[in-house]
């Protein structure tokens, strides 16, 4: 059961400024970031108790989120040189633990997820073309084997 401060106290957080962190270093900054949780199956068991029917949901498979994040394109390549490792055939070479930490207004850490073992399964950038004055986005997934809020 969740406990500590209640719901009401202090402001909401207001998320625009993302970063990944890989093996401790900040790779990049991110202003879309989605996927960050798990999901338990349930499993629902048809019983009888006192004569009557009685559906009882039990837990399943545990699953975690692919992670999602999203940024205009820019010049840094280290991204492309981590999926590179992957479509080499390095996916074991390309596993890493990291995390996702969105920043406040004043640019202070508040909140971080830690992932283990992720490792790119797409990134890919958004359509290009001269008759339009939107930013590219580049999308990155990073597929993984388990996530924790540590902050």
């Given amino acids: 059961m969740p406990t500590g401060k209640l719901a009401t106290d202090g402001d909401p957080l207001v998320g625009f400024n993302f970063a990944l962190e890989i093996s401790g270093n900040i790779v990049g900054h991110f202003t879309t970031v989605s996927g960050l ?25 545990l699953t975690w ?64 073309g001269a008759e339009t004055e939107d930013v590219v986005i580049e999308t990155l997934t990073i597929v993984h084997e388990f996530i924790e809020r540590v902050k």
Wanted: cysteine-free; charged content about 25%; glycine content about 14%.
């Fill in 65 to 128: 989120g692919d992670i999602e994040l999203g940024r205009g394109v820019t010049s840094n390549m280290d991204l492309w040189g981590w999926r590179k490792q992957v479509t080499d055939g390095d996916v074991v070479g390309a596993r890493t633990n990291g995390s996702i930490i969105m920043y406040d207004q004043e640019k202070t850490e508040v909140v971080r997820f830690n992932f283990e073992n992720g490792w790119p399964s797409n990134l890919s950038s958004g359509d290009l």
């Fill in 37 to 61: 949780g798990s999901e338990t199956t349930v499993t629902e068991h048809k019983i009888m108790v006192d004569g009557h029917e009685v559906i009882r949901k039990i837990p399943g498979r």
